[in-house]
């Protein structure tokens, strides 16, 4: 999206502790060890981008960003290649994600037990980053609108393994000044 509910100013690349948000995300995947980042972009894509600079992620543009969060998760999507086991989704918005709580999900993720899409629960409710196994991919790039894919844990229930976090950053996210404001509550 545009990030229109915080005003002017691009959520992702609003400063905390003298970094863009974006970049204290991205700083986060890459200190937990995952494969390839990959960077969906949309609004202001040129500043994102310049926000992570150095960092070792790979773009993608999402051209249609105005629509809905749906058409960045095809976009991700779309450039995972066949090899590709699984893919986490996680949000540049949520900039206190611990790298060791990725871990966690990686960890869990074994679609021969039953745990291909792996989720974060605090006190009994589900956040983000999800990791998606590959089998999923088709019914992410079918996703409509201005819309995650919280919708589809429900329909795939069987496959979900919920993973406990002592961390409440997994449900917080930035979307307006009143909780860009209160941030200092939450890391």
Known sequence: GRSTRMGPENKLLKAIDGKAMVRRSVESLIASGVGSITVVTGHERGKVEAALEGLPVGFAHNPDYRDGLSTSLKAGIATLGDGVNAALIA?????????????KLVSAFDPEEGRSICVPIFEGKRGNPVLWGSDYFQ???????????????????????????????????????????GLKAVG
């Open 139 to 181: 019914a992410l790039a079918r996703l409509q609108g201005d819309t995650g894919a919280k919708h589809l844990l429900a329909e795939f229930s069987e496959a979900v393994c919920e993973v406990e976090s002592s961390e409440r950053s997994v449900l917080v996210d930035f979307d307006t000044p009143e909780a860009f404001a």
């Open 91 to 103: 949000l540049g918005d949520m900039p206190f994600v611990e790298p060791a709580l990725i871990g």
